[in-house]
């Protein structure tokens, strides 16, 4: 999971194969930690078999987000 200024990004480990069911309930949750609002808008890129390779968040997303480590 990639939460960088605006902006929250998931990618799945398997490129081939797609997200996993934990790494979508990962992306969302870190979505919620962020307070990115309910009807923020879901970017995706999909495999050719419409499996999810990378999810993106960017509407309502705080510009400044405080990474865990650093506290």
């Given at each position: 999971?990639?939460i960088?200024?605006?902006s929250?990004?998931?990618?799945?480990?398997?490129?081939?194969?797609?997200?996993?069911?934990?790494?979508l309930?990962?992306?969302?949750?870190?979505?919620?930690?962020?307070?990115?609002?309910?009807?923020?808008?879901?970017?995706?890129?999909?495999?050719?078999?419409?499996?999810?390779?990378?999810?993106?968040?960017?509407?309502?997303?705080?510009?400044?987000?405080?990474?865990?480590?650093?506290?």
């Amino acid at each position: 999971m990639l939460i960088i200024p605006g902006s929250i990004v998931g990618v799945a480990a398997d490129q081939k194969h797609g997200m996993t069911l934990g790494e979508l309930a990962a992306f969302v949750q870190a979505a919620y930690k962020e307070d990115a609002p309910t009807d923020a808008v879901v970017e995706c890129i999909a495999t050719w078999r419409n499996s999810i390779k990378r999810l993106k968040v960017s509407q309502g997303v705080k510009e400044e987000t405080t990474n865990e480590h650093e506290k």
